[in-house]
């Protein structure tokens, strides 16, 4: 400017910048076009009257979507802020009539507390909820506000599949099979919500929507489920479920497998790995290139806790917990517990198979010719992974149990990739157990009253060892041999969710009992093939037959030709109006295609071009709406498909919308 000024040029620039965008000033400056534009872009978005012309909102998209100039975008966005008294004006106003507003983040902030307010008093929709969080997708601030909408997301996704389902079933196969099948979701729904609720760090903001997914979660879902599930197990003799695999049987049955058909196989068991994490680690590998995996359920033993589950796993022939208060599991005399005594084990499962037990980060830090080795040098390996349980099990630490979850999924793929590069080609994933889970502190009604008697020589939240216990109310009580065990024990369980009370323990993350969440234990099969198999979704500009601009700006209809999955990947593209020699006429808008419904109508996305005042150049002739995809990681972009229009407006004037 002060070059400007010197060349004697500021009177002729501010007279340009009036022709261009109809800033007229007494004692125009930079400072004073800015605010001018962004209030002046601010109503416009709006529909409402503004100072500056319809190019200036071209010019302002272009700038706040431009990387380098978004920086500076969101400094003065900032700073205008107030002046502008932005943070009034929103507070009046509708939120439903600001979702294509993202100016300022201030619009972003009412908008969540608007939707976080709905959904705690009932006054908007999961469905309304889902659609506008992927509407602000598309905000410039998303990613500041990430994690927020995130957990937005889970929780309308919590309630609708809440009220979606019907938590009833008339036997053990039926609530294993509906739980394995699609309850899950709930607890990944809610665990997710979880994660992202403590990641935005606003407990203030959210802390009403968490206590209504808090309360609904526990009271219309974990126990509601479990007691149901609780009046099939108190019918059952013994522990076995007709048509559903036992972990006990997880060597012969999955390994076993492998081994008589003279394939290697590799297992990775990672404590406490809920069978809804499994199924979220099952869609992180799908969506590897090349990578294909299925998941399974079987039914953990029972008491579900680490020592019995682990050597569950093993080649078994006759397990028994020791009388006494360790709780340790024997192979007839074997001990299973420790490294050295699983190898054992493993050597028994079939004659000459060379073993191994390793660890989970021995085996990702071995360099890749190590891993290569050890994989040629052996036909069954074991590796043992342990975080969620780690972290979970520990009264300091419990409530860290979601972060573990992702630290643990980033670790499984680690691993399967290591262990692909190794040259395995057979890997199975499974745990020892899962866990039940809720975040607030329990309440003095979700301990079990239950006062056990007798020879008591071992207990946990979960579950009671001793020697002719009797029968206690509250409580399901197991003969050793009814849950295919060989030791002379009884074994007492609490009904549904019930902790019991023991002195220094964690209660909020448990496991040990009978639960579905503890129980559905999970086996993923992970193959790589040899071809590429990722592509990403399809999309059309929709014709409705009219191929006619006749005003400033111009709404058009995208459509994702099917659902985003593991395999078939979402597609981000840059969307603009182009004259037939290549002019850009219009702003550019970044255009993600994500939708993950299987209904058509769900996928649809519209936009909004508005014309520059290059476009008056080429009035009557055909123009181009553009779909660029870019070349990888470069700057240079290609393009993906592209629409014809006429251009073809009467009289060409700045506000024609």
């Avoid at 980033?410 to 080609?425: C, G, I, P, Y």
């Amino acid at each position: 400017m002060k070059l400007i000024d010197r060349c004697g040029l500021t009177e002729v620039l501010w007279k340009q910048v009036g022709s261009a965008y109809g800033y007229q000033a007494k004692d125009p400056g930079i400072e004073d076009f800015a605010l001018t534009l962004f209030k002046s872009c601010y109503a416009m978005i709006l529909n409402e009257d503004a100072s500056l012309n319809a190019e200036a909102l071209v010019l302002f998209r272009r700038w706040k979507n431009d990387k380098t100039g978004a920086a500076h975008f969101e400094t003065l966005s900032k700073r205008f802020v107030g002046p502008l008294a932005i943070s009034t004006d929103v507070a009046k106003r509708d939120f439903r009539y600001l979702m294509d507003l993202d100016v300022f983040e201030e619009v972003d902030r009412h908008i969540i507390r608007q939707i976080v307010q709905g959904m705690a008093n009932h006054t908007v929709t999961p469905n309304e909820v889902l659609r506008w969080v992927m509407e602000r997708q598309s905000s410039h601030w998303h990613t500041q506000f990430e994690h927020i909408y995130r957990a937005i997301h889970f929780a309308a996704e919590f309630q609708k599949g809440l009220a979606e389902a019907t938590l009833g079933m008339t036997s053990l196969a039926e609530g294993f099979q509906r739980y394995a099948s699609s309850w899950y979701r709930l607890d990944q729904y809610y665990r997710r919500f979880i994660y992202h609720f403590e990641k935005s760090a606003m407990a203030t903001l959210l802390g009403t929507l968490f206590e209504r997914i808090e309360n609904l979660y526990v009271n219309n879902y974990l126990v509601k489920l479990n007691d149901a599930w609780q009046e099939q197990i108190n019918k059952a003799a013994t522990w076995i479920i007709p048509g559903v695999p036992q972990q006990m049987d997880f060597y012969r049955d999955q390994v076993g497998e492998y081994r008589r058909s003279g394939q290697k196989v590799c297992v990775i068991i990672s404590d406490a790995l809920r069978y809804e994490i499994a199924e979220e680690f099952l869609s992180r590998i799908r969506a590897l290139d090349r990578f294909d995996a299925e998941l399974q359920p079987i039914l953990g033993v029972l008491p579900s806790y680490t020592q019995l589950g682990m050597a569950a796993l093993l080649p078994n022939h006759a397990l028994r917990i020791a009388d006494d208060d360790s709780t340790l599991v024997f192979d007839g005399d074997q001990p299973t517990s420790g490294s050295v005594n699983r190898e054992k084990l493993l050597a028994t499962g079939r004659k000459d198979d060379r073993v191994t037990v390793q660890g989970a980060d021995a085996i990702k830090g071995m360099k890749t010719d190590e891993a290569k080795a050890l994989f040629r040098d052996h036909d069954v390996i074991y590796v043992y992974h342990n975080k969620i349980d780690a972290i979970g099990d520990k009264l300091t630490t419990e409530g860290d149990v979601t972060q573990a979850v992702e630290d643990t999924l980033e670790d499984l793929v680690t691993l399967v990739r290591k262990l692909t590069s190794a040259n395995a080609t057979n890997i199975l994933v499974t745990a020892d157990h899962g866990f039940i889970y809720q975040h607030r502190e329990l309440e003095e009604s979700d301990f079990s009253v239950a006062e056990v008697q007798g020879n008591v020589l071992a207990r946990n939240r979960r579950f009671v060892f001793g020697k002719d216990l009797p029968s206690t109310s509250g409580m399901k009580k197991f003969k050793s041999a009814d849950l295919g065990l060989t030791s002379d024990l009884d074994v007492l369980i609490p009904n549904s969710i019930n902790r019991l009370r023991v002195k220094g323990a964690g209660s909020r993350f448990v496991h040990g009992g009978a639960s579905l969440q503890e129980i559905v234990v999970p086996v993923v099969r992970v193959g790589k093939g040899r071809e590429s198999d990722l592509r990403q979704v399809d999309v059309q500009i929709v014709n409705t037959g009219k191929s006619l601009i006749t005003s400033g700006q111009v709404s058009v209809t995208f459509y994702q030709l099917r659902a985003v999955t593991d395999k078939v990947q979402q597609r981000q593209l840059r969307g603009a109006i182009y004259a037939s020699d290549g002019e850009l006429i219009s702003d550019v808008q970044d255009l993600n295609f994500a939708f993950t419904s299987e209904n058509p109508r769900e996928r649809e996305l519209s936009k909004k071009f508005l014309l520059s005042r290059k476009a008056d150049a080429y009035n009557n002739q055909d123009v181009f709406l553009r779909l660029d995809e870019q070349v990888g990681k470069t700057s240079h972009y290609q393009e993906y498909a592209h629409q014809r229009f006429q251009l073809k407006r009467g009289i060409t004037t700045d506000f024609d919308f």
